[in-house]
């Protein structure tokens, strides 16, 4: 059974995916765990992943401090695959923390959503 804490992320999840499913940019998600965070961009309309990154081979600093580089690094694999603009799937998580340091990160690497 899941708790309500997750039962409530799912439920504001399927709430953006509705508003986010409508345009017709690729998708970045971002996906956090205890211990590290992934970030991905996907192109519903094809059902494929056009890149993916994660902090697991970030050495020192914090979570959010590699939290941060990871959105550079996503926002440079999205530059290098001519992605310029994208929607921001934030999988129901709070727009806080990780999760605004890995937004930060993307549109300092010139990523427009």
């Known amino acids: 059974m899941p708790s309500k804490k997750e039962t409530t992320r799912k439920?504001?999840?399927?709430?953006?995916r509705k508003k986010i499913a409508s345009s017709k940019r690729p998708r970045?998600?971002?996906?956090?765990?205890l211990t590290h965070t992934y970030a991905q961009i996907?192109?519903?309309e094809k059902n494929i992943t056009l890149a993916s990154s994660s902090?697991?081979?970030?050495?020192?600093?914090?979570?959010t401090e590699k939290a941060?580089?990871?959105?550079?690094?996503?926002?440079?694999?999205?530059?290098?695959?001519k992605i310029?603009?994208?929607s921001f799937d934030?999988?129901?998580?709070?727009?806080?923390?990780?999760?605004?340091?890995?937004a930060d990160g993307a549109r300092e690497a010139g990523l427009k959503f």
Not at 11 to 16: D, E, L, P, Q, S
Not at 28 to 33: A, K, M, Q
Not at 70 to 79: C, R, V
């Open 11 to 16: 439920r504001r999840h399927n709430k953006i």
């Open 84 to 86: 310029e603009t994208v």
């Open 42 to 44: 996907i192109d519903d």
């Open 90 to 102: 934030r999988n129901g998580y709070k727009y806080h923390g990780r999760v605004k340091a890995v």
């Open 55 to 63: 902090d697991m081979k970030m050495k020192k600093g914090t979570k």
């Open 28 to 33: 970045l998600v971002v996906t956090r765990s």
């Open 68 to 81: 941060l580089e990871l959105g550079k690094e996503i926002g440079k694999l999205a530059k290098e695959k």
